[in-house]
């Protein structure tokens, strides 16, 4: 399965934060990338449903991602 990650990366204090910012960002102009897996060491943090998004935290690099919640089928 391919996923399309936005080309963002952040650094938050928590995962309350990630959503928060999550829900106030304009995605859809953002760059993204195909991939066909996500990081290896990081884990589903929420799907944030008013604009589509799923917010991922990778443990082993310490940053939260997005992935386009569109290609979860």
Known sequence: MAYTMFDITMNFEGDGQAIEW????????????????????SRFICLVEDVGVEVHYDFGADYYFFVDAADEK
């Open 22 to 41: 999550a829900k106030g960002f304009v995605f859809h102009e953002a760059v993204t990338r195909e991939v066909d897996k996500l990081p290896l060491h």
